[in-house]
């Protein structure tokens, strides 16, 4: 059993922006994390190798929303649906602030906007040093995250025989769930 806090802590970072890439490293460093970051520059990239059954599962994931190949999003859906890497925290580190592509992010672990501004970072980064300092018996389990949001009990949505599971259910969007019990959303997923 790996030991927690992790003597030297491996983040995974799917990112398309070399620039922000290299923010992240002086962020953590100043943080004082020690870290290794292993870079896939596109969705596939990422997927590819999160899935390799040599590739170690990484003690955090950290994925852009606009990646090229696959949206960010696919790629957290894939994380998810993924036995050896559902304890790991995966955090949404992107600049789209649309109500959209938060709701497609639902079962990250965080969610958190690029601001451009330097102390933001670091403040997103101490986070990220708690997440992993967290043992995995303290962190929440996919099932418990969409346990405590009504909209992923799919049992009470849709036809008979159609949800239960929240995980099996994933490829559903928060605003299709919606408009499938007959909400009425405008393009960003938001009640009209």
Known sequence: MPEYPPARARFFMAEDNPGDVELM???VEDVGIAADIEVAVDG?????????????????????????KLQGH?????????????????????????????????????YFVKSGNW???LRIVRHLRDMINAT??????TEQKLAKDHFWQQRDLGPPGIGGNPIADLHLTKASARKWVGETLDETGMHQ
Do not use: W, Y
């Open 119 to 121: 102390d933001e970072l």
């Open 136 to 141: 995995p018996t303290k962190r929440p389990t």
């Open 44 to 68: 596939e990239v990422a997927v590819a190798r999160l899935l390799d059954p040599g590739h170690q599962p990484p003690d955090l994931i950290i994925l852009n929303f606009n990646l090229p």
């Open 74 to 110: 696919e790629v957290l859906t894939v994380i998810k649906h993924t036995q050896q890497l559902l304890g790991v925290p995966v955090v949404m580190l992107t600049s789209s602030n649309a109500q959209r592509d938060r709701l497609l992010c639902g079962t990250a672990d965080a």
């Open 25 to 27: 490293r002086l962020a």
